[in-house]
């Protein structure tokens, strides 16, 4: 690197680095602001010379450098009012902002002492409360205070919290606290449960997602095993046991149908096609065919068979159902036979009896009154009766003696039932004729 060598107007000889050139500085020797020039001063001496100028020498370097001189003053005057008018806006700057934090401090200043008062006016409120036994009204306006508090500087914020927390410590206060303490304790548990219960519910279905996922993976893996055991038994002519194999991956499909499965059903659909099964699958529904005719057939016989044997049975119930209405007819013949004859029996006993009675009344008119007491004892009256107490006795004996309940007996007795039970209509009749009841 060179250097630049010029003279200062007072003679001096001044020698600085060549990257130095275009710029200013002063003079060590007299003070004076000098501009370094683009080149090496001609009028520089050299170092043999001596350093100090001649007077005609001076004066000429003087007049040559006066251009110069005037540029440096008129860059220095320059930035001598630049510098003026930097520091008239700095010093008005400096004003205007410690004007502007005056006010704020006064302000601020103003701010607190509101929010004092408005805290200490909702201290005395919440005191008021507490004395009139609104602890949940104190305790809101504490809290209030509280939160004006936050806003106050250091030392009033202080001594403010300091002042309401020995209001907070009254016993009101503590129990609305502790019970707000519970609650809240409470909500936590609740809330805890409910993170629980939605958390397990969130695992269940992640775990079911995952045993889903883990499912289908099986699903496709099986199936894809099916469908190359299918191609292997293909490729070794094994026709059924391919079918088996393609069919089995088909059901398995069938039964768990999701997205991962269509592409492999259509893979084994189209190895379905394969020309070995395709002939197999002709093959069997021909076998398929004749065994469902042959069954068919036999079916046939065996309804034909079934239907023979349904009209012999049907020939043998109508046999069967002509001898019992024969055999009915020929019962109810006879018993109509004999249920004549009993009545005609029957009606020859009551006419008899009848007459008998006849003969016996025309004889009793007569004025005999032993029959009276004949008929009495048969029926089992003694002294005055009445024609109650004789339809009584007359019921009462014939509940013993009738023939229908004396029928399960021996001949002897039913024929002595037989004989009571007629002495006791006559004497019924007897005194049914006599009273006229």
């Known amino acids: 690197m060179g250097?630049?060598?010029?003279?200062?107007?007072?003679?001096?000889?001044?020698?600085v680095p060549s990257s130095w050139a275009g710029a200013s500085g002063k003079c060590q020797a007299c003070g004076r602001l000098i501009s370094v020039p683009?080149?090496?001063s001609p009028q520089v001496t050299q170092p043999t010379i001596s350093s100090k100028p001649?007077?005609?020498?001076?004066?000429?370097?003087?007049?040559?450098?006066?251009?110069?001189?005037?540029?440096?003053?008129?860059?220095?005057?320059?930035?001598?009012?630049?510098?003026?008018?930097?520091?008239?806006?700095?010093?008005?700057?400096?004003?205007?902002l410690v004007t502007v934090i005056q006010e704020h401090e006064r302000a601020e200043y103003e701010r607190n002492i509101l929010r004092k008062q408005e805290c200490l006016a909702l201290k005395?409120?919440?005191?008021?409360?507490?004395?009139?036994?609104?602890?949940?009204?104190?305790?809101?306006?504490?809290?209030?205070?509280?939160?004006?508090?936050?806003?106050?500087?250091?030392g009033d914020r202080d001594s403010m919290e300091g002042e309401i927390q020995k209001s907070l410590a009254v016993a009101p206060i503590q129990e609305l606290l502790a019970a707000e303490r519970q609650k809240r304790l409470f909500i936590v548990l609740l809330v805890g449960c409910v993170g629980l219960v939605l958390g397990g519910a969130v695992l269940a279905v992640i775990?079911?997602?995952?045993?889903?996922?883990?499912?289908?993976?099986?699903?496709?893996?099986?199936?894809?095993?099916?469908?190359?055991?299918?191609?292997?038994?293909v490729n070794g002519g094994d026709a059924s046991g391919a079918f088996a194999a393609y069919q089995?991956?088909?059901?398995?499909?069938?039964?768990?149908?999701?997205?991962?499965?269509?592409?492999?059903?259509?893979?084994?659909?189209?190895?379905?096609?394969?020309?070995?099964?395709?002939?197999?699958?002709?093959?069997?529904?021909?076998?398929?065919?004749?065994?469902?005719?042959?069954?068919?057939?036999?079916?046939?016989?065996?309804?034909?068979?079934?239907?023979?044997?349904?009209?012999?049975?049907?020939?043998?119930?109508?046999?069967?159902?002509?001898?019992?209405a024969r055999e009915r007819a020929e019962r109810e013949a006879r018993d109509r036979a004999e249920r004549e004859?009993?009545?005609?029996?029957?009606?020859?006993?009551k006419d008899r009896d009848e007459r008998e009675a006849r003969e016996r009344a025309g004889w009793d008119a007569s004025g005999n009154r032993d029959m009276e007491k004949r008929y009495g004892k048969v029926l089992g009256l003694k002294g005055p009766v009445s024609p109650d107490d004789i339809k009584r006795a007359h019921r009462s004996l014939m509940a013993q003696y009738h023939p229908d309940k004396v029928k399960h007996l021996g001949e002897q007795l039913q024929v002595v039932a037989a004989q009571m039970a007629?002495?006791?209509?006559?004497?019924?009749?007897?005194?049914?004729?006599?009273?006229?009841?």
């Open 3 to 15: 250097t630049i060598k010029f003279a200062c107007p007072c003679g001096k000889t001044v020698e």
């Open 38 to 40: 683009q080149r090496q």
């Open 54 to 96: 001649s007077q005609s020498s001076q004066s000429v370097t003087r007049r040559r450098d006066l251009p110069h001189r005037l540029k440096v003053t008129k860059r220095v005057e320059v930035i001598a009012g630049i510098f003026a008018m930097c520091a008239i806006v700095v010093v008005f700057l400096g004003f205007f």
């Open 124 to 154: 005395e409120s919440g005191d008021r409360r507490v004395k009139a036994g609104d602890a949940p009204g104190a305790l809101r306006d504490y809290r209030q205070a509280l939160a004006v508090a936050e806003d106050l500087r250091g």
């Open 207 to 233: 775990l079911r997602v995952r045993s889903t996922r883990r499912r289908r993976q099986d699903i496709v893996q099986k199936c894809m095993a099916l469908k190359e055991v299918g191609d292997s038994r």
């Open 248 to 324: 089995e991956a088909l059901g398995i499909i069938a039964a768990n149908s999701f997205p991962g499965t269509l592409s492999l059903r259509g893979d084994i659909l189209r190895a379905w096609q394969s020309p070995l099964i395709l002939e197999w699958i002709k093959k069997r529904d021909e076998e398929d065919r004749r065994r469902a005719e042959a069954f068919e057939q036999a079916e046939r016989e065996r309804d034909e068979e079934d239907r023979k044997k349904a009209d012999a049975f049907e020939q043998a119930e109508r046999e069967r159902a002509e001898k019992e």
């Open 341 to 349: 004859a009993r009545e005609r029996t029957e009606r020859e006993a």
């Open 422 to 437: 007629k002495e006791i209509n006559e004497a019924y009749d007897f005194f049914r004729r006599k009273y006229g009841f």
